[in-house]
């Protein structure tokens, strides 16, 4: 009998990309809490944990715990010390409420359907551009496109900005890895720093000629008893927009495919019912997510959970795509199954920090998955994905189909 190597958690191990559950389950039988030195804490497997830390009032999504940059890092980078001081994961609670206030009625359901016509226009100008028959590169030549468009299309952002909003998204996604030497973070700042270029001129011109139908105007006029959205934190929410809306919809639009292709039931039933396709996406987030690494949160006050001492400042981190493959929470986990009927979008995250453009990701990937699959009645994977180094996303740099138009 072969022994099974000591666990050790290493997010950048080949295996672990192309395939996290194995894993993750040994974690959840064997060592459930984990102290990760690479990370600086302890990381928590199991679905119960996890539920019960993202509720637990004395953790925080602010590394700094309210203390903001050090002023050698204002000093040395002014414009990224604003940026995420005014981002909506590090002001203080309550700002974080006005925010939000201000915020939710421009990302709830209702609203984000008036983008539906603009969102399925750019899926099918870059599905045209596909060929008929023959191989394709879908991360490269449509998934990797099509989120970024969007957003710059919503905002009216010129479109030869596109390539810049991708490093801009990448680069910001960058900066909160665990780890980050000091170098890697600087080569960040330039990319970031003509981004904010970018949206503070889209910002000004929209104050001089508002638009309808455009976020960025609908984000400058939203206010509640006159309270309004400051310039800096306009600027920040718009480059947490083009985090949020392009970097995650395009890694879950890729799961996605992959997933279904690898579940070829599951994608004959969505091909009868495409109404399926957005609880096929969520299926997806729940039964293999496209993290790395797993969520992080800060120790507010030194506590105890369980035997467990959680200390003050100390990062915690909760292995989401863990605990949605626990039997705890579901009884038949490892099976992919579209039709489940879901109580909640726990991948989206829980309490004041659900994502604030959870609604828009999810119709931008019911329409990819749609488009897709209905112009093309025969597609098959033509080779194994290649993976790329991302700090934090296992993120697929070639994904090769075979496709054809052809029933």
Request: glycine share 6%; charged share 20%; aromatic share 10%.
């Amino acid at each position: 009998m072969t022994t099974p190597a000591p666990l050790r958690y290493d997010p950048m191990d080949p295996s672990f990309t192309k395939d996290p559950h194995p894993l993750l389950a040994r974690f959840r039988e064997e060592s459930p809490v984990y102290h990760w030195e690479q990370g600086g804490g302890y990381i928590f497997f199991r679905y119960r944990d996890c539920m019960a830390l993202l509720r637990e009032s004395r953790l925080g999504v602010d590394p700094t715990l309210g203390a903001g940059f050090p002023p050698e890092l204002k000093a040395a980078f002014p414009e990224f010390a604003a940026l995420r001081e005014n981002d909506l994961f590090m002001v203080p609670p309550a700002a974080h409420a006005r925010l939000r206030k201000l915020l939710n009625p421009t990302f709830g359901p209702r609203a984000v359907e008036a983008h539906r016509p603009k969102v399925k226009a750019i899926i099918a100008a870059l599905l045209d551009k596909l060929p008929k028959e023959g191989e394709v590169d879908i991360s490269t030549e449509f998934t990797r496109q099509y989120p970024v468009r969007v957003i710059a299309s919503i905002l009216n952002i010129p479109s030869d900005h596109v390539p810049e909003f991708v490093a801009f998204a990448e680069a910001l996604i960058s900066t909160i890895m665990p780890g980050l030497s000091p170098e890697q973070f600087a080569a960040c700042m330039p990319i970031i720093s003509r981004g904010m270029g970018i949206v503070r001129a889209v910002i000004a011109d929209r104050r001089a000629n508002p638009m309808p139908n455009d976020l960025t105007t609908e984000l400058i006029n939203a206010c509640d008893e006159q309270d309004r959205l400051s310039d800096a934190e306009l600027v920040s929410l718009v480059a947490g927009l083009l985090v949020g809306g392009t970097d995650t919809t395009y890694h879950g639009t890729n799961q996605a495919i992959l997933t279904l292709l690898q579940h070829p039931e599951q994608l004959a039933i969505l091909r009868d019912d495409p109404s399926l396709a957005r609880n096929a996406f969520d299926e997806t987030l729940r039964f293999n997510i496209f993290g790395r690494v797993p969520m992080v949160r800060y120790a507010t006050e030194s506590f105890a959970y369980g035997d467990i001492h959680l200390e003050r400042g100390r990062p915690v981190f909760l292995f989401l795509m863990s605990a949605f493959r626990d039997p705890e929470y579901l009884a038949d986990a490892n099976t992919y199954d579209i039709r489940r009927q879901h109580t909640g979008t726990h991948w989206f995250g829980l309490g004041p920090h659900f994502c604030l453009g959870a609604s828009l990701a999810r119709m931008e990937a019911e329409i990819a998955l749609q488009s897709l699959f209905a112009r093309y009645p025969k597609i098959e994977i033509a080779g194994e994905p290649v993976y790329g180094m991302h700090p934090i996303m296992r993120t697929m740099d070639q994904f090769p189909l075979r496709v054809s138009a052809s029933a």
